[in-house]
Structures are given as structure tokens and as C-alpha cells.
T-cell receptor, first 115, second 114 residues
Framework: AQSVTQPDIHITVSEGASLELRCNYSYGATPYLFWYVQSPGQGLQLLLKYFSGDTLVQGIKGFEAEFKRSQSSFNLRKPSVHWSDAAEYFCAVGSHAGNNRKLIWGLGTSLAVNP | NAGVTQTPKFQVLKTGQSMTLQCAQDMNHNSMYWYRQDPGMGLRLIYYSASEGTTDKGEVPNGYNVSRLNKREFSLRLESAAPSQTSVYFC?????????????FGQGTRLTVV
């Protein structure tokens, strides 16, 4: 069955430090992969997505993610974190089981940023 | 750009009461979704609608009903609210029932059932 695992429930980094949030997926075919961010009290906003082509994708707010098929991973990175990046981050994979097409979600990683 | 609009933003219900959560999108999207979000459980799909006139169950449909009123609107109804339905509810829409189109989310409805 398709699944998405975000191994880190909570991460704390210092402002200005680099960041990597992990995402591993289980999917039988070529995955469509997404990273979303949820600021406190808000809905989810798309950061970036991967469908095909270049395995390093750029997103909004200075984020990037790299698709590694051999590792079944789609880790999110940012070179220098800002205090405003404190939020919940969700990885998702597009699933198509018959006609039941939907996104499969990870449980999220909560990011705290120390000044 | 309104995007996806949910109402209400907050609601407190007594056990057994009913209510309808409203959702509307102005992006001419075919697909719409209702999720609930609970601490430590991520997003769970309640119901979705691939196109106007169709609805399908998601992972956790029990206790809920939906109506795809037209292409813009997708409502979620709790007929007899239970404390287990205390949650944050998100409506989302996407351009087509495809795998590679992003979902756009509303701001959420925080529901408390006492």
C-alpha cells in the first residue's frame, strides 16, 4: 500500500542554520510528490512539487527538495532558516488506486526556530 | 483572489446537534475534498468529489455526509455531532482528478463538540 513517512515529528533549528526535513514514500509507480507548509491557524500552502524531470526542484520561500528514487525519498531543504519558517510541514504523494485518486499524507514535521 | 472559502471558522456544538460546514471555490476546479486534522494524525480524508454530481468516501467517512451542490460548492454535514468529531476541518480543491495537480486549501474550521 502507498504510504508516506516523515520520521521527524519535531525539529528545532537556530535562525540562519540549514534545514533538512525528511520524507520517505512507498509507491509502486513513478510518484508525484509534494511538500506543503501550514503556518499556525492557517490552511496548507504548496511549497513545491515533483512530477518528472530534474530531480532537484525549487519552491517558494527559498525551499528546495530532491527526489531520490533509489532511496524512495523526497527531502526538503533550506540553506538558511528564518524565524518565519516556523510551521508544520507535510509531505504527500499522489496516489491512484483505481478511480480512487487522492493525496497520501505524511503525519507532518513541526519546525521550531530559535532566535 | 478568494481561492477556497470555508465557513464558519469556529463552531462549538453540543453532542447530538447537527451542522453543515460550507465550502466554496472560485477557481473552476473539478475536484473538491474534505479533510480533518487531529494532533499526531496528520490529514485524513473524509469525503471527496471528483466532479460535479459525484462524491466518494475517504478514509474516515462515518458520521458525515456531503453534498456537491454545484461545481463551486461542497458542503460537509454532521447529522449528530459527537465529541470524537472535535477537530479542525479543511476543505480543498484541485483542478482535476489527477495526481499532479496541487490542492488548494481553505483556512479551516475549528469545531468543538462538547
Amino acid at each position: 500500500a502507498q504510504s508516506v513517512t516523515q520520521p521527524d515529528i519535531h525539529i528545532t533549528v537556530s535562525e540562519g542554520a540549514s534545514l533538512e526535513l525528511r520524507c520517505n514514500y512507498s509507491y509502486g509507480a513513478t510518484p508525484y510528490l509534494f511538500w506543503y507548509v501550514q503556518s499556525p491557524g492557517q490552511g496548507l500552502q504548496l511549497l513545491l512539487k515533483y512530477f518528472s524531470g530534474d530531480t532537484l526542484v525549487q519552491g517558494i520561500k527559498g525551499f528546495e527538495a530532491e527526489f531520490k528514487r533509489s532511496q524512495s525519498s523526497f527531502n526538503l531543504r533550506k540553506p538558511s532558516v528564518h524565524w518565519s519558517d516556523a510551521a508544520e510541514y507535510f509531505c504527500a504523494v499522489g496516489s491512484h488506486a483505481g478511480n480512487n485518486r487522492k493525496l497520501i499524507w505524511g503525519l507532518g514535521t513541526s519546525l521550531a526556530v530559535n532566535p | 483572489n478568494a481561492g477556497v472559502t470555508q465557513t464558519p471558522k469556529f463552531q462549538v456544538l453540543k453532542t447530538g446537534q447537527s451542522m453543515t460546514l460550507q465550502c466554496a471555490q472560485d477557481m473552476n476546479h473539478n475536484s473538491m475534498y474534505w479533510y480533518r486534522q487531529d494532533p499526531g494524525m496528520g490529514l485524513r480524508l473524509i469525503y471527496y468529489s471528483a466532479s460535479e454530481g459525484t462524491t466518494d468516501k475517504g478514509e474516515v467517512p462515518n458520521g458525515y455526509n456531503v453534498s456537491r451542490l454545484n461545481k463551486r460548492e461542497f458542503s460537509l454535514r454532521l447529522e449528530s455531532a459527537a465529541p470524537s468529531q472535535t477537530s479542525v476541518y479543511f476543505c480543498a480543491s484541485s483542478g482535476q482528478q489527477g495526481l499532479n495537480t496541487e490542492a488548494f486549501f481553505g483556512q479551516g474550521t475549528r469545531l468543538t463538540v462538547v
